[in-house]
């Protein structure tokens, strides 16, 4: 009479698994944009821009506070307008780490992400002159790195928030704010 063989694990089932997982994953990951017909990345996400004058459409932003969201999604990262309007936005705790890291005058033994790209864009001979919050869509806020080349050609560079906000600490640079995008989610 035949033994039956060992009791294992169903290696196809588990494999197929992991490969929903993954795929499930990846969706979440993408923001579900091809699925609602958005794009999270312009098709063009650096461009040479004439100049960058924030007039009327933009506001500075100050960084106000970071604090943990109550839901746990993350950090809370509020920027303040001059005449107190508050704009939050959640973001990840990479991100608040770098953000506070650069607030409290924190110096690490080696380059950061942030610190990073700093470096390269003054290794260049480049200057990051501003950063904006330029929308929110599918609620996620776009930012935009205004970066003025050695030869005098100022390019716009799409950017998480979060990081704009982080690489505009160590520069030194303006961060502003387009005024729908403080209509739409600012709070008073």
Known sequence: MD?????????GCILAGGA?????????????????GTRMMPEEPIQTVSSFDPGDDFVVLTVKELYPDP??????LELQAPDGRIL?????TAEA???????????????MTHD????????????LTAVTIRKLEDQAFHAA?????????????????SDAVALALR?????YGDEDVLEDAGVR
């Open 116 to 127: 990073l790209l700093q470096r390269v864009i003054e290794g260049l001979d480049a200057e």
């Open 71 to 76: 839901y746990g999604y993350g950090v809370t």
């Open 3 to 11: 033994e039956p063989g060992p009791r294992g694990a169903p290696w």
């Open 88 to 92: 939050p936005m959640i973001i990840g």
């Open 20 to 36: 929903l997982l993954l795929v499930f994953t990846g969706l979440i990951c993408s923001g579900f944009g091809w699925l609602f």
């Open 145 to 161: 790195l205004y970066v003025e080349r050695a030869d005098g050609t100022l390019v716009q560079i799409d950017s998480r928030s």
């Open 171 to 175: 520069a030194a640079a303006p961060i």
């Open 97 to 111: 780490d770098a953000i506070t890291r650069e607030l409290d005058g924190l110096v690490m033994p080696r380059p």
